[in-house]
């Protein structure tokens, strides 16, 4: 009989329960043992949750306490050497100490899980690396479950994946660990079977991307050594098409295959040939799980139907794309959606019910579920026929845009002596990426604004108070490049999106960013565009607290449409034109006003790359002049300024290039500057300010760690062109530490200067 299925579910809970318990456990203010009871009370929760909504297939080990990468491993044993005087200690003092650094040791790199707005930490690997199973976290989520009455199936992250998401200190590939690891896999997936389990899902999502020849001999090992032991497999890929790979994939010994049929929908009928005489199961992930519209069930409906004509009931399982983790909790605890909009949409649990409608639609016919096939048509035809969503004028200016809209009027060096004349700067400018802290107080005065309890005067004039501080801390410990703080922001892209039109919000619409750190994304249901000014009275209030140059803040257009939960009935890069020209405007704006810098900030643009080859050119086309196409129409001496971070640059360096943004800032510091090292080898031409301090991290760097990174990055930047700022923005942390990390920036760059000199 067909099943449904899950591939996984959001750890944080629907009022974000985890992030309290977690951030309050961080602060001593909540003992461990609450901690931990907070964990398992939200897991049984949600597998409770599955099974009331008919799913039959639910997994286990799919929660987290901070990332599924980390837990991965912790419990193969892959622990950096800098933290083994924690391993004979509290497991979860060692485990935090990973993702979170310590006063002796920095935290483990994180970067973004393939192409999502997911970070995870990546595993480090040294010559000679030993595995051996050091948490049995899978074993005994399973049992946990199992004492409710609940037999799941275990997710564990595939040893390909793993390994090739892994990072090696040392001139080795990470790949070349594979023998090593194997063993320990098998114990793991022996113990899964010895105590029942009957199914596991292995996530292997390398295998959507271009394979190197090592990694398809190294998935030929894995499963070969891991079938016999285990209990049956299914192996789980998602994110794009298996393309070339899925002969290899059909060829393995599993007993079950998923595949993305909403990224990937033209896979599916070479899948179906493949599989049509094997006797693998084919799970169809159908529900998008990365986006938060309702599923057109007729649509998904007639893979179902077509999938059970030519592979049968019983080899057949119906599923969301991926692991839920992406969308919202729960589209019910929304309040501030109107009717309309909210029927167009699903959250994690909407989605479960629509893998269930499907799935017994193919059980007991249509008629069984003709209720909610009715609904999502009706749906389906309000959003396609709906005036909000389509804007004559808005499309019309996006069509209208030349090439000569997307061009500065100089060349870089030309402008940077403009530039340089303007603002007057020393050697080596320190400067921060956009927000400081966002303190308690700040946190109550804007839920009192929202209540009614603070009027906007009032709160203006606070906020006019927290700036004009900031502005004075700034200036008091000396940097060259002041930013006005971001107090009236609530988020980088939602703050923004609150003013542009096509855009709506949610209350509870939160998903998992990293660790504790959530985001509510916005979302684009309609034609983009800027009705008024949206940061000009802030910025310029800002400059004129000071002598010293002001940045102006923007979030660029790629990384609000990569951000955001974005329509689907048009191309992205459509919406994308449609943000860049309302960021055009809101940048000429400021340039009219007098701020003579201005940051557009696009920490997404590498996350938003295709992750086929093949794919990447038109990808990037479009993004590129979606930037340039906001910045491009300043003057020579306006300084364009962007921030990207957590993200391998080595492949889009071109790209990066093109931008033609003034001063590029990046993240650096958790690799220990290795992610300059692709600046250098490409010799970018304009300025560059890597990342001296890790700010996801609660500890201060000392002066002599920021100038160890600020010498390996001399080796790579010219020294007229190197700028010196923390890796991100600072709206997590508190402000002693902040106070703390930028005096010892301060000095780092007043010591280079003496070098220099």
Same mark, same amino acid.
Request: aromatic fraction near 8%; charged fraction near 25%; charge should be negative.
């Given at each position: 009989?067909?099943?449904?299925?899950?591939?996984?579910?959001?750890?944080?809970?629907?009022?974000?329960?985890?992030?309290?318990?977690?951030?309050?456990?961080?602060?001593?203010?909540?003992?461990?043992?609450?901690?931990?009871?907070?964990?398992?009370?939200?897991?049984?929760?949600?597998?409770?949750?599955?099974?009331?909504?008919?799913?039959?297939?639910?997994?286990?080990?799919?929660?987290?306490?901070?990332?599924?990468?980390?837990?991965?491993?912790?419990?193969?044993?892959?622990?950096?050497?800098?933290?083994?005087?924690?391993?004979?200690?509290?497991?979860?003092?060692?485990?935090?100490?990973?993702?979170?650094?310590?006063?002796?040791?920095?935290?483990?790199?994180?970067?973004?899980?393939?192409?999502?707005?997911?970070?995870?930490?990546?595993?480090?690997?040294?010559?000679?690396?030993?595995?051996? !199973?050091?948490?049995?976290?899978?074993?005994?989520?399973?049992?946990?479950?199992?004492? !409710?009455?609940?037999?799941?199936?275990?997710?564990?992250?595939?040893?390909?994946?793993? &390994?090739?998401?892994?990072?090696?200190?040392?001139?080795?590939?990470?790949?070349?660990?594979?023998?090593?690891?194997? %063993?320990?896999?098998?114990?793991?997936?022996?113990?899964?079977?010895?105590?029942?389990?009957?199914?596991?899902?292995?996530?292997?999502?390398?295998?959507?991307?271009?394979?190197?020849?090592?990694?398809?001999?190294?998935? $030929?090992?894995?499963?070969?050594?891991?079938? %016999?032991?285990?209990?049956?497999?299914?192996?789980?890929?998602?994110?794009?098409?298996?393309?070339?790979?899925?002969?290899?994939?059909?060829?393995?010994?599993?007993?079950?295959?998923?595949?993305?049929?909403?990224?990937?929908?033209?896979?599916?009928?070479?899948?179906?040939?493949?599989?049509?005489?094997?006797?693998?199961?084919?799970?169809?992930?159908?529900?998008?799980?990365?986006?938060?519209?309702?599923?057109?069930?007729?649509?998904?409906?007639?893979?179902?139907?077509?999938?059970?004509?030519?592979?049968? %009931?019983?080899?057949?399982?119906?599923?969301?794309?991926?692991?839920?983790?992406?969308?919202?909790?729960?589209?019910?605890?929304?309040?501030?959606?109107?009717?309309?909009?909210?029927?167009?949409?699903?959250?994690?649990?909407?989605?479960?019910?629509?893998?269930?409608?499907?799935?017994?639609?193919?059980?007991?016919?249509?008629?069984?579920?003709?209720?909610?096939?009715?609904?999502?048509?009706?749906?389906?035809?309000?959003?396609?026929?709906?005036?909000?969503?389509?804007?004559?004028?808005?499309?019309?200016?996006?069509?209208?845009?030349?090439?000569?809209?997307?061009?500065?009027?100089?060349?870089?060096?030309?402008?940077?002596?403009?530039?340089?004349?303007?603002?007057?700067?020393?050697?080596?400018? $320190?400067?921060?990426?956009?927000?400081?802290?966002?303190?308690?107080?700040?946190?109550?005065?804007?839920?009192?604004?929202?209540?009614?309890?603070?009027?906007?005067?009032?709160?203006?004039?606070?906020?006019?108070?927290?700036?004009?501080?900031?502005?004075?801390?700034?200036?008091?410990?000396?940097?060259?490049?002041?930013?006005?703080?971001?107090?009236?922001?609530?988020?980088?892209?939602?703050?923004?999106?609150?003013?542009?039109?096509?855009?709506?919000?949610?209350?509870?619409?939160?998903?998992?960013?990293?660790?504790?750190?959530?985001?509510?994304?916005?979302?684009?249901?309609?034609?983009?565009?800027? %009705?008024?000014?949206?940061?000009?009275?802030?910025?310029?209030?800002?400059?004129?607290?000071?002598?010293?140059?002001?940045?102006?803040?923007?979030?660029?257009?790629?990384?609000?449409?990569?951000?955001?939960?974005?329509?689907?009935?048009?191309?992205?890069?459509?919406?994308?034109?449609?943000?860049?020209?309302?960021?055009?405007?809101?940048?000429?704006?400021?340039?009219?006003?007098?701020?003579?810098?201005?940051?557009?900030?696009?920490?997404?643009?590498?996350?938003?790359?295709?992750?086929?080859?093949?794919?990447?050119?038109?990808?990037?086309?479009?993004?590129?002049?979606?930037?340039?196409?906001?910045?491009?129409?300043?003057?020579?001496?306006?300084?364009?300024?962007?921030?990207?971070?957590?993200?391998?640059?080595?492949?889009?360096?071109?790209?990066?290039?093109?931008?033609?943004?003034?001063?590029?800032?990046?993240?650096?510091?958790?690799?220990?500057?290795?992610?300059?090292?692709?600046?250098?080898?490409?010799?970018?031409?304009?300025?560059?300010?890597?990342?001296?301090?890790?700010?996801?991290?609660?500890?201060?760097?000392?002066?002599?760690?920021?100038?160890?990174?600020?010498?390996?990055?001399?080796?790579?930047?010219?020294?007229?062109?190197?700028?010196?700022?923390?890796?991100?923005?600072?709206?997590?942390?508190?402000?002693?530490?902040?106070?703390?990390? &930028?005096?010892?920036?301060?000095?780092?760059?007043?010591?280079?200067?003496?070098?220099?000199?």
């Amino acid at each position: 009989m067909t099943l449904s299925a899950n591939l996984g579910f959001p750890r944080i809970g629907a009022h974000r329960e985890l992030k309290a318990a977690l951030e309050s456990f961080w602060k001593g203010a909540l003992p461990k043992s609450d901690l931990l009871a907070s964990a398992r009370e939200l897991r049984a929760r949600h597998w409770h949750l599955q099974k009331e909504a008919g799913i039959e297939i639910i997994p286990s080990n799919d929660f987290t306490l901070y990332d599924h990468v980390l837990d991965t491993a912790i419990a193969l044993g892959a622990i950096p050497e800098r933290f083994a005087y924690l391993r004979d200690g509290d497991p979860l003092d060692l485990y935090f100490a990973c993702a979170r650094g310590t006063d002796a040791a920095p935290a483990m790199e994180m970067t973004k899980w393939f192409d999502t707005n997911y970070h995870y930490i990546v595993p480090e690997f040294t010559p000679g690396q030993r595995f051996a !199973l050091s948490s049995a976290k899978i074993i005994d989520d399973y049992r946990e479950a199992k004492a !409710l009455g609940i037999d799941t199936r275990p997710v564990l992250l595939g040893p390909v994946t793993f &390994l090739s998401l892994g990072k090696a200190k040392g001139d080795f590939s990470p790949l070349d660990l594979i023998d090593d690891v194997l %063993p320990v896999y098998a114990e793991i997936l022996a113990t899964l079977r010895a105590i029942g389990a009957d199914w596991v899902q292995i996530d292997e999502p390398v295998f959507v991307l271009d394979l190197t020849e090592k990694q398809k001999s190294a998935l $030929t090992l894995t499963y070969e050594t891991l079938a %016999p032991v285990a209990p049956k497999i299914m192996l789980a890929t998602y994110f794009g098409a298996l393309g070339d790979n899925l002969d290899l994939a059909a060829a393995l010994p599993v007993s079950g295959l998923h595949v993305d049929l909403v990224r990937a929908p033209l896979q599916f009928e070479p899948v179906l040939a493949r599989l049509r005489e094997s006797a693998i199961t084919l799970s169809l992930g159908v529900i998008d799980g990365r986006n938060v519209w309702r599923a057109d069930l007729d649509h998904k409906f007639t893979f179902v139907r077509r999938a059970w004509d030519l592979i049968g %009931p019983d080899r057949l399982q119906v599923a969301p794309s991926c692991s839920l983790l992406h969308t919202p909790f729960d589209l019910e605890h929304e309040t501030a959606l109107d009717a309309d909009l909210k029927s167009w949409l699903a959250f994690s649990k909407q989605k479960l019910a629509e893998v269930q409608a499907l799935t017994l639609a193919i059980q007991r016919g249509e008629g069984a579920v003709r209720e909610a096939f009715a609904a999502s048509k009706q749906a389906l035809a309000d959003r396609t026929s709906s005036p909000r969503a389509h804007d004559g004028a808005v499309r019309g200016r996006a069509q209208g845009v030349t090439p000569d809209h997307l061009a500065r009027k100089s060349p870089f060096p030309a402008r940077a002596k403009i530039q340089a004349e303007r603002f007057g700067l020393p050697a080596f400018p $320190t400067t921060t990426i956009g927000s400081f802290p966002q303190t308690s107080d700040l946190r109550q005065a804007r839920a009192a604004r929202k209540r009614g309890d603070l009027d906007e005067a009032a709160y203006v004039a606070f906020l006019k108070d927290k700036t004009t501080e900031c502005v004075a801390i700034q200036e008091e410990l000396g940097l060259d490049v002041l930013v006005h703080g971001e107090f009236e922001r609530n988020d980088m892209v939602e703050y923004f999106g609150e003013q542009l039109d096509g855009f709506a919000f949610t209350k509870n619409g939160w998903v998992q960013s990293y660790g504790s750190r959530c985001v509510k994304p916005p979302v684009i249901y309609g034609d983009v565009a800027r %009705p008024r000014p949206m940061t000009v009275e802030w910025s310029a209030y800002a400059q004129s607290l000071t002598q010293r140059p002001m940045k102006g803040m923007l979030t660029g257009p790629v990384t609000i449409l990569q951000w955001s939960f974005v329509r689907d009935d048009q191309p992205r890069s459509d919406t994308c034109r449609q943000i860049a020209l309302a960021i055009r405007d809101e940048v000429l704006d400021l340039e009219r006003a007098g701020v003579g810098m201005i940051q557009i900030d696009e920490p997404a643009l590498r996350e938003g790359l295709p992750l086929r080859r093949a794919e990447r050119a038109g990808y990037l086309d479009w993004a590129i002049d979606c930037f340039r196409l906001s910045a491009a129409g300043v003057g020579d001496a306006t300084q364009i300024h962007t921030h990207m971070c957590y993200a391998e640059f080595n492949d889009i360096m071109d790209a990066i290039a093109a931008l033609d943004a003034d001063v590029i800032s990046i993240e650096t510091s958790r690799s220990d500057m290795d992610l300059l090292e692709a600046f250098g080898t490409f010799r970018y031409p304009n300025a560059i300010g890597p990342g001296v301090w890790d700010i996801h991290s609660p500890r201060v760097p000392a002066k002599a760690e920021m100038l160890n990174l600020l010498e390996k990055a001399l080796e790579t930047v010219p020294a007229d062109r190197l700028w010196i700022n923390p890796d991100c923005g600072l709206k997590t942390r508190d402000w002693p530490e902040t106070k703390a990390a &930028l005096f010892q920036l301060t000095e780092a760059a007043a010591h280079l200067r003496r070098i220099d000199l």
